[in-house]
């Protein structure tokens, strides 16, 4: 094969850099439009139902009930701290080894290297944006303008929301839209009862059901994509057979595989985007193969960078050129600072006494949702912003442990119904800051020879006021509700537990201040889109990855018709 041949052979109409929530969209809105798309995934190949080998286990499948090994934990730090690294999804999960990088400060980058990334690991909570949360930098002074508002994104959420199938309740709060909703699932008669407390102890607070990502009652748009209603089995994160929530896997990357516009190359780590000084745009992507090790370039008239906030960041730093020495488009000096995230320090939980005749049965993925309250029509606090919060309640078994040999025997052969516990965990907006940023590291380099991610990024003197004044508050709705054995808990998880860190490659109005447009678009190379969360100016309270999925099929969209129209 020739030169030009060879290279041929390497190019496409788009290019799709991750192929998890925002990737998936991104190749599936491509492939649809009719563009040639490669979309290339650091990771393994992860197809839906056959590469799910723990899904139907049972519990007494696994060596160790579950439990991951203390030595793998031992290893494993970081990763060992997140919540579904357990026996059954280990293996979706990156291990602290595979990838290092550099805390500068203490913090927990956790990772899904295959395709289809975090969405199959995701918690799926699907809360939309609202007004006060685009307009909020604007307002209150904390971060750059957001380039969108609400009405710019609401069409978007409820086309993806359509495909995706979302089950909800129409709860009529401007603090938190509603959307296209399958029908919820009930919350149980505790939470129902919190319900109806919080609603009289206050005017400005609502506790509603948690908007999640289950076919409830599947569409046919969700029967053409293969998938099945959701069972509440709770085993999501082994990968779910009937594909019952949403992840790229049974969802986005088949619906583009289907178009026969799509390549997708897994083992590809992506080292940098081309950048050609004569032509002024990205000209492609540049590919250490996870295999040979060999580099290899792909080129494409358009770019779209969904590695996952801090790896699009590390990808965009390390795009050097002549024309951008500092990173891809960043002439305003700002790519990978202002990185921000989702502040889960603090949790409460108490026991209450009512309702003992009643218990529950089943399953059931997803719980109570608490909208922000604190700072929505004015400022009220001493603190930027506000929080949200989880809410749920069940109610357990307990069995007598005291005695020795036959009674010890007799007891543990007894059963009784335990209190109903009930708890909830804070999601607060942290502020983005210059001071909280990603760089690459001057030494140290990964097995693929990239520079490794040195992360500096920490809580402020705003994240400990909000910490204390959701305890606070927390604690006087359990009390009015007249919850008991109240405790309430700062934990002092590390930054990037949530798994929701955002910024980087913030959008915004000003090119001297933003890396991306109204758009996605980058300001200075407008071929190259970034729709993960480095593209996000401020994170408000909700869960993000619906917002993600909203803002690649808007950016998709977008560029399609600036390609047709000879722009890009």
Wanted: glycine share 10%; charged share 25%; proline share 5%.
């Amino acid at each position: 094969m020739g030169t030009n041949d060879s290279i041929k052979s390497r190019t496409y109409d788009a290019i799709v850099i991750g192929s998890g929530i925002s990737g998936g969209w991104a190749a599936k809105e491509m492939c649809e439009k009719g563009l040639k798309t490669l979309v290339l995934e650091r990771g393994r190949d992860v197809r839906h139902i056959q590469d799910y080998p723990t899904t139907n286990k049972m519990p007494w499948e696994f060596p160790h009930r579950g439990e991951v090994p203390y030595e793998i934990q031992k290893a494993n730090p970081v990763v060992s701290r997140c919540y579904a690294f357990r026996e059954d999804a280990a293996h979706f999960f990156t291990k602290d080894t595979e990838h290092p990088y550099v805390q500068e400060q203490p913090f927990d980058w956790i990772r899904g290297y295959q395709v289809g990334g975090k969405s199959l690991l995701w918690a799926r909570q699907t809360q939309r944006w609202s007004e006060f949360d685009f307009e909020g930098p604007a307002r209150d002074g904390f971060a750059v303008d957001w380039p969108i508002r609400y009405k710019d994104i609401a069409p978007w959420y409820s086309y993806v929301e359509k495909f995706a199938g979302i089950s909800g309740n129409k709860d009529g709060l401007d603090i938190l839209p509603d959307g296209e909703f399958l029908p919820p699932m009930e919350l149980n008669c505790v939470e129902k009862y919190f319900v109806q407390s919080v609603g009289k102890s206050y005017k400005d607070r609502h506790v509603v059901y948690a908007r999640c990502a289950h076919l409830t009652e599947p569409q046919p748009v969700h029967l053409q994509q293969g998938r099945g209603q959701c069972q509440k089995r709770n085993l999501c994160q082994r990968g779910c057979p009937f594909g019952g929530y949403y992840a790229s896997n049974s969802t986005t990357i088949p619906w583009a595989e289907k178009t026969g516009n799509m390549t997708l190359r897994p083992h590809s780590v992506v080292h940098s985007i081309l950048y050609d000084d004569a032509k002024g745009k990205a000209v492609g992507v540049r590919v250490i193969d996870d295999v040979t090790k060999d580099a290899i370039d792909f080129y494409a008239r358009i770019i779209f960078v969904n590695a996952a906030a801090l790896n699009t960041n590390l990808i965009l730093l390390n795009s050097k050129s002549s024309r951008f020495p500092n990173g891809l488009g960043n002439d305003s000096g700002v790519l990978g600072k202002y990185v921000a995230f989702h502040n889960y320090r603090a949790y409460i939980n108490a026991t209450h006494e009512g309702h003992l005749d009643i218990t529950t049965d089943g399953r059931r993925p997803t719980s109570g949702y608490i909208p922000r309250f604190r700072n929505v029509h004015q400022q009220e606090t001493d603190f930027l912003r506000g929080y949200a919060a989880g809410f749920g309640a069940d109610r357990v078994n307990t069995t007598p442990r005291d005695g020795v040999g036959t009674t010890l025997k007799d007891n543990l052969a007894k059963s009784e119904m335990g209190p109903w516990r009930v708890g909830s965990h804070m999601m607060g907006e942290t502020i983005p800051k210059e001071s909280n940023y990603v760089a690459l590291d001057g030494s140290l380099k990964d097995a693929w020879g990239i520079p490794q991610l040195k992360i500096a990024v920490t809580y402020d003197d705003n994240d400990e006021k909000m910490t204390k004044d959701y305890m606070e508050q927390l604690t006087e709705m359990f009390e009015k509700a007249g919850f008991k054995d109240i405790k309430a808990v700062d934990g002092k998880r590390a930054p990037g537990n949530d798994i929701h860190e955002m910024g980087g490659a913030r959008m915004g109005r000003d090119p001297k201040t933003s890396v991306l447009n109204g758009w996605n678009q980058m300001h200075a190379v407008p071929n190259v889109f970034v729709t993960d969360g480095a593209c996000m100016t401020s994170t408000a309270t909700q869960n993000p990855s619906l917002t993600y999925m909203a803002l690649t099929a808007r950016a998709a969209d977008y560029a399609v018709q600036e390609m047709k129209k000879g722009n890009i």
